[in-house]
């Protein structure tokens, strides 16, 4: 299969999670004689540094000539100051805006080798499988008017707009998903004060009557953040609004025991997508090798198996991810006691000789066959 992909590096860990991603598809693509076409382009921070601009014209024309577009992660101290009115974040979502990517995906999962790494205890958090689906075109993030007023500017205003259809689109892609899983859908949102979540809730009632075999339940936003550390294996589907899902998905991070695990697609009706770690560019640790690559690694597992429609391919790396784990192997954000710590590179060469691994043993049981 021939698939053009767009790489946009970004800042801090971004490219360093980035190599372990184009690696991995290298070595699914040797594995598979597959043909992925990797071409770069600016976004964020580097790209104000280079032309001034977060999103260059450039780039948002190769993401949209690409079959699918990975991204590390933006932003940095460097362009943090208030005096900076162009920043890395307004690339970010801009190209999601441009691209019409209105579907954020973020599953969280449990994974049995890291089940002493989160800071919620066994019985809590081992049996949790959740999506969060997040609005990502919408709501606070773009309303109009957002901006400072009065002589001293010592007025702020954003606005949070959300029309019919953009929850309808939304809502209707959340019970889709739900409807291939355990057919539960929470519905989050703050209905008891915003107009927005009022009408939110009005569609969720209406869209529910296509989907008779899905359950529905509204949650209010601070319930479902408490819920989420209480008895997080309760949810299914959630689906929510653009800047509740961002805050619930970087909360239920922690069920993982890192904010390193979780994967991200953004996607649209014809399943186009941007694919990212849930993650920011961890200015902290950039340029280390101490990154944990899996939340990106996995991005590109959801990418195989969402924009490109090989199953096979996506599980071969969501179980090599689990064998390194079941290994022992981690990188320095998970608090395992035992089992040994890895740089970047060197978990993402593991992750690569299990790929082969995997693909050598299945070779020789299908000539057995
Ligand atoms: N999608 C994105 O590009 C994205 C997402 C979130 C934040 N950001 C940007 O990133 C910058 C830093 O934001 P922040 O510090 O609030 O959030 P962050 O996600 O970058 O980091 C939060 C904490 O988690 C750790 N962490 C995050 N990812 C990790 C990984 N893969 N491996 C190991 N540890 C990891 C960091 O070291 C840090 O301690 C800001 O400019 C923010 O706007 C970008
Ligand atoms: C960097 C920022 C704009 C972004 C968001 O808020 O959507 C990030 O936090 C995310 O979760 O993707
Ligand atoms: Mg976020």
Not at 90 to 118: C, D, M, T, W
Not at 298 to 305: D, E, G, Q, T
Request: glycine share 8%; aromatic share 6%; charged share 25%.
């Amino acid at each position: 299969m021939k698939k053009r992909i767009a790489i946009l590096l970004g800042d801090g860990i971004g490219p360093e999670v980035m190599q372990g991603a184009v690696r991995v598809l290298q070595a699914i693509s040797d594995c598979f004689q597959h043909d992925f076409i990797f071409e770069q382009g600016l976004i964020g921070g580097a790209a104000i540094d280079e032309c001034g601009n977060p999103l260059p014209d450039t780039t948002l024309d190769l993401c949209s000539k690409s079959d699918a577009i990975l991204l590390g992660a933006v932003g940095g101290p460097k362009w943090d100051s208030t005096t900076h009115t162009i920043r890395p974040e307004q690339g970010l979502l801009r190209i999601r805006k441009e691209l019409g990517l209105f579907a954020n995906l973020r599953p969280v999962n449990a994974y049995q080798p890291l089940i002493h790494a989160s800071t919620l205890k066994k019985e809590v958090i081992e049996h949790v499988d959740l999506l969060i689906v997040r609005e990502l075109t919408g709501g606070l993030y773009f309303g109009k008017p957002s901006e400072r007023r009065g002589v001293n500017k010592d007025l702020a205003i954003d606005t949070l707009v959300y029309n019919v259809k953009e929850i309808e689109r939304v809502v209707d892609k959340a019970f889709q998903l739900a409807r291939k899983r355990r057919k539960k859908l929470t519905s989050v949102d703050k209905a008891n004060v915003l107009e927005s979540s009022r009408m939110w809730r009005e569609v969720v009632n209406r869209v529910s009557a296509n989907y008779p075999d899905v359950q529905v339940e509204h949650m209010l936003v601070d319930s479902a953040s408490m819920q989420l550390i209480y008895r997080p294996e309760q949810f299914d589907v959630i689906v929510t609004e653009n800047l509740f899902g961002d805050i619930l998905s970087d909360e239920a991070s922690m069920i993982t025991g890192s904010l390193g695990m979780l994967p991200s697609a953004s996607l649209r009706s014809d399943m186009v997508g941007l694919y990212e770690p849930v993650h920011g560019s961890a200015p902290d640790i950039a340029g280390k090798n101490l990154a944990n690559p899996l939340g990106m690694i996995l991005s590109v597992a959801l990418m195989l198996k969402f924009s490109f429609g090989l199953e096979k391919e996506a599980n071969i790396i969501e179980e090599s991810v689990m064998k390194v784990l079941t290994d022992g192997f981690h990188t320095g954000d998970l608090n395992v006691q035992q089992g040994t710590q890895v740089s970047t590179t060197e978990m993402v060469n593991k992750i690569i000789d299990s790929i082969n691994e995997n693909q050598a043993t299945s070779g020789i049981l299908t000539a057995y066959i």
